[in-house]
């Protein structure tokens, strides 16, 4: 009977390198697949994002009550949802939901950078400067209030509004 080679102690030690070195890949690959990676979307393109879903279909957001440090929304389900001039400067410009949830729209904004106003029933221009100076504004569109006749009413082609919300302290909403 033929005589084969068999495995040497240094056959032994490099195949045990190349094992470990193939782990430690595997290990490493598995590692920055699962991390978190940051997308640093230029400003411009997170301020659009935040405007289109402000804008969409998806909630058809009605304007609420706008005070000095909050404009509230309400969605067609009828959850209301407000944005915040924030105090922290590091804060995020988020549309955050009375009843709790959180949905940051713009990061990086400068401290007490955003402001709105009021232009109609469904309009209202917002103004944000980002960290890296710049200004964005845009004149956000909202789904415009429904129109209603009261029961009082003789004639029933005289339209009234009946859309307007009310919020107590508290932050529920009601319609009047």
């Not at 697949?33 to 979307?41: G, V």
């Not at 706008?66 to 995020?92: C, M, N, W």
Request: hydrophobic share 40%.
């Amino acid at each position: 009977m033929k005589q084969r080679p068999a495995f040497t102690l240094a056959d032994a030690i490099l195949g045990l390198g190349v094992l470990a070195v193939t782990v430690l890949l595997i290990q490493l690959a598995v590692n920055l697949l699962n991390r978190q990676t940051n997308l640093s979307l230029g400003s411009e393109t997170t301020w659009y994002q935040a405007i289109n879903l402000l804008e969409s279909d998806r909630y058809d957001f009605e304007l609420g009550m706008i005070s000095t440090y909050r404009v509230h929304f309400v969605d067609k389900a009828g959850r209301r949802f407000y944005l915040q001039r924030e105090k922290d400067s590091q804060a995020p410009l988020a549309l955050r939901g009375v009843d709790g949830g959180y949905l940051p729209l713009v990061f990086h904004v400068q401290h007490d950078s955003f402001q709105w106003r009021k232009l109609n029933d469904h309009e209202i221009y917002l103004t944000v400067t980002t960290n890296d100076h710049r200004r964005h504004e845009a004149i956000v569109q909202l789904k415009a209030p429904r129109q209603c006749t009261t029961d009082g009413d003789s004639n029933p082609n005289v339209s009234h509004e009946c859309n307007s919300f009310q919020f107590d302290i508290f932050g529920s909403a009601k319609r009047d």
